[in-house]
């Protein structure tokens, strides 16, 4: 079945500065990647996700990129904000597996003002 | 339009009692998946069920654990005779088709004495 790892798993950055977190997947079978947000204590929420037939997508000061020949996909975020510190899923998501997304095991994400 | 709901928020048993979570999806989601997170964990996919359909229930432990999501009525996760590694956060996630967003319900956390 599918696999996704997920690195770093914690990660600090400066006010302002960029993060960047890095996910690999195992399926090639894969087309669908989310990206859910998880702040202490709530629920996950979807950020934002790509299909397979893209190969970057941007909203505002999140991005991300996906490379289907090296099966991994990256989550890049500008300029960052303290409210941007959280936990950070990304997912995969494929037919063979019945659509059920797998989730990679996450990166903390402290933003220090 | 409300969004998932998911109760009870917090639940305590004691070993050897049974666990009934409730999940309303989305008005209109007829797609609902389960998953279990631990403190500090990731979210690990347990079961994904459309109406009366168990399509993927392969994250789920073979004993005690079930799942059902009726005609009518809220999907219920049931775990029979309880032990204190069940104790985690059971988020539940609805969609209204597959490769699309899943909106996460409040989660419920469950504390196994």
């Known amino acids: 079945g599918e696999n996704v790892e997920q690195h770093p798993s914690t990660l600090s950055v400066q006010e302002g500065d960029s993060a960047v977190i890095k996910c690999t997947y195992s399926?090639?079978?894969?087309?669908?990647f989310p990206w859910y947000k998880q702040e202490l204590g709530k629920r996950p929420q979807l950020i934002i996700d790509i299909r397979s037939n893209v190969g970057e997508k941007k909203d505002q000061r999140i991005a991300v990129t996906l490379n289907k020949t090296a099966k991994h996909f990256s989550l890049h975020i500008t300029e960052t904000q303290p409210e941007d510190s959280a936990v950070y899923f990304c997912?995969?998501?494929?037919?063979?597996?019945?659509?059920?997304?797998?989730f990679g095991p996450g990166t903390s994400l402290s933003v220090i003002p | 339009n409300a969004g998932v709901m998911q109760n009870p928020r917090h639940l305590v048993r004691r070993r050897g009692q049974e666990a009934r979570l409730r999940c309303s999806p989305m008005k209109g989601h007829s797609h609902v998946y389960w998953y279990r997170q631990l403190p500090e964990e990731g979210l690990k996919f347990m079961v994904y069920l459309q109406k009366e359909n168990i399509i993927d229930e392969s994250g789920m432990p073979k004993e005690r654990f079930s799942a059902e999501f009726p005609k009518e009525g809220p999907s219920i996760l049931r775990i029979q005779q309880v032990v204190r590694g069940d104790s985690a956060a059971y988020f539940c996630?609805?969609?209204?088709?597959?490769?699309?967003?899943?909106?996460f319900g409040p989660g419920t956390r469950l504390t196994v004495l």
């Open positions: 997912a995969a998501s494929s037919e063979t597996s019945y659509d059920k997304v797998i």
């Open positions: 996630a609805s969609s209204p088709r597959a490769y699309n967003e899943q909106f």
């Open positions: 399926d090639s079978a894969s087309n669908y």
